[in-house]
Nanobody, 125 residues
Framework: QVQLVESGGGLVQAGGSLRLSCAAS????????MGWFRQAPGKEREFVAA????????NHADSVKGRFTISRDNAKNTVYLQMNGLKPEDTAAYYC??????????????????WGQGTQVTVSS
């Protein structure tokens, strides 16, 4: 089982930037893919980005391409989500997730088996 703890959320004005962090512990060697999802009130949880632990191959949702970048530091067992050019529609709770199997193409929440508690991102207009 992988334990995940997110940090870095907050309140930012439109056009601003935030960097989210996800610290992983436990059986991280079994996690082949790490992902970020977000969920706004009344909406379903949606895929944001994913990255493989080994190869660093990334996948970003179309809605964040060119603005958000997922990366990882294996030495620190930490995954990051750099968010630039934030928009009010990016407001949501952001969750880190780990998939013990799968690829960077895993975009469904059901494909991930460990989740963090979430961190709130609020973008004001």
């Amino acid at each position: 089982q992988v334990q995940l703890v997110e940090s870095g959320g907050g309140l930012v004005q439109a056009g601003g930037s935030l960097r989210l962090s996800c610290a992983a512990s436990g059986r991280t060697f079994s996690s082949s893919v790490m992902g970020w999802f977000r969920q706004a009130p009344g909406k379903e949880r949606e895929f944001v980005a994913a990255i493989t632990w080994s190869g660093g191959i990334t996948n970003h949702a179309d809605s964040v391409k060119g603005r958000f970048t997922i990366s990882r530091d294996n030495a620190k067992n930490t995954v990051y989500l750099q968010m630039n050019g934030l928009k009010p529609e990016d407001t949501a709770a952001y969750y880190c997730a780990a998939a013990s199997r799968g690829s960077y193409r895993a975009i469904l929440p059901s494909q991930y088996n460990s989740w963090g508690q979430g961190t709130q991102v609020t973008v004001s207009s």
